[in-house]
């Protein structure tokens, strides 16, 4: 119900006195279809983030509650605390590394999983400490192209997946991989690729979803027709009570290993990474920056990222961490932590539709996994190709991670390789000891 009369004139001018709006030259309208934006072009971790994590044994129903708490939690605190229009959800990449990396590829139960999402959550709270600075001293150490190599590998690893959910690419024992052949499946992919692909140019919002969608329908009409077998599930009902079938379920005990340091390690640096691009990004966008061109409340605004990792390992799910879908309620007007709130606020609904997942099959996912590795790959243009001092150590990280399916594996093969190439170009000076620590860290997690 729309706000009308004097309560609606006192609610507009308390959120215009608590968010600052009239000084960032918005107000509660813009702001509110700002979050709307915003959650359109995000709301594809709805459906994502649980089948993926549903691979790793997780409870789908659980996993759905636990996603949408993640991001509205975390978005309304991003927008209560730190002021920012950014919303925040459980990222792409992290619940790859959660689900294939530690889970299916390094064995642990998906609780002892959460347990290490926690834990790097609390770790990562504590670098962001108002007044510790070890956050900057790491965010400075780290190379930039190690940065973008990496963030450009989970990009490579997204793809990777959604091709192989979707049947595109299978194993073979000749070549290591190989074409999976033209089939339903295949068709249903590269119909839901080339629509998400329209939407997008055409610059629809919530583009992704409507492929979600869109695929689901014909996959549904296929199986109706005998082309396809056992990829749709009806369910006995449209909603359901939320499932707490994650919530505290993590294996603190489990975690308490030393082979689980690495895991913890990528983790924090992988969402680290993710959240310092997209803060630096959006708040350019929206103009958010003080007089040195740094992100205004940047502190804040990495410290609510730490707490949305810490309550995902509690709530049951891989980390949340900042998006930069952020930007498309950015570019519609929303310039204040209103934005974030509304789009926070516009998840909750959706924790009571877990009997609709049954609906979505892997292939209407697998296109949207391919876009979103695109979306990641276009950190490439910012690197000087003509600089192999920044570029081999960049593309050893970038194809490291889908080549070993480890995105551990390619923050270690980056960090190895960057310091190795200064030290016998003669620039060990340039080595930072903070840089000297973390390569030091990199060696024995290779090791182990």
Not at 7 to 24: I, K, P, S, T
Not at 195 to 210: E, Q, S, T, V
Not at 297 to 307: C, F, I, M, Q, R
């Amino acid at each position: 119900m729309a706000l009308t009369g004097d309560r609606g004139h006192v609610v507009r001018q308390r959120l215009d006195a608590f968010f600052d709006l009239r000084a960032l030259g918005t107000n509660v309208r813009v702001e509110a279809l700002a979050g709307l934006t915003t959650f359109l072009t995000m709301a594809y971790i709805i459906v994502v983030n649980p089948l993926i994590l549903g691979d790793a044994g997780v409870p789908l129903d659980g996993a759905l509650f636990a996603t949408v708490m993640v991001a509205a939690v975390s978005s309304i605190l991003m927008g209560l605390y730190a002021k920012l229009p950014i919303a925040l959800a459980p990222g792409m990449g992290l619940n790859a590394y959660f689900a294939y990396t530690l889970v299916l590829g390094q064995g642990l139960s998906w609780q002892t999983a959460l347990a290490a999402v926690f834990v790097s959550g609390l770790v990562f709270i504590a670098l962001s400490w108002p007044g510790w600075n070890v956050r900057e001293k790491i965010v400075r150490a780290v190379p930039t192209g190690v940065r973008i190599g990496v963030a450009a590998g989970i990009g490579l690893f997204l793809a990777l997946i959604g091709m192989i959910n979707a049947g595109v690419i299978v194993a073979s024992p000749a070549t290591v991989v190989g074409f999976g052949g033209f089939s339903a499946s295949f068709v249903l992919f590269f119909i839901g690729l080339v629509l998400a692909a329209f939407f997008l140019i055409r610059k629809i919002p919530g583009a992704l979803i409507l492929s979600i969608l869109a695929v689901s329908i014909l996959a549904f009409l296929a199986q109706t027709l005998g082309w396809l077998e056992g990829v749709v599930f009806v369910p006995d009902a449209v909603v359901a009570a939320p499932s707490l079938g994650t919530f505290l379920q993590l294996d603190l005990v489990g975690v308490l290993s030393v082979s689980l340091i690495a895991p913890i390690f990528a983790l924090l640096f992988t969402d680290m990474f993710d959240s310092i691009s997209t803060f630096v990004g959006v708040t350019k966008v929206a103009g958010l920056v003080d007089e040195d061109g740094h992100p205004k409340n940047a502190g804040k605004a990495l410290l609510v990222d730490g707490v949305s990792t810490t309550i995902s390992g509690l709530f049951g799910s891989s980390p949340g961490t900042a998006y930069i879908e952020s930007a498309a309620g950015v570019e519609q007007g929303g310039r204040s932590g209103l934005t974030a709130v509304v789009a926070g606020l516009l998840f909750l609904p959706f924790m009571f539709l877990s009997p609709l997942l049954g609906l979505i099959p892997a292939v209407a996912t697998a296109p949207v996994l391919v876009l979103v590795g695109l979306f990641m790959m276009s950190v490439l243009r910012d690197v000087d190709w003509g600089d192999y001092e920044v570029v081999v150590p960049a593309f050893i990280a970038m194809i490291a991670i889908p080549f070993t399916y480890s995105i551990t594996e390619g923050i270690v093969f980056g960090f190895i390789a960057h310091v190795v190439i200064r030290v016998l170009n003669g620039k060990v000076r340039e080595i930072s000891p903070t840089l000297w620590v973390i390569f030091a860290f990199s060696l024995v997690m290779l090791v182990i």
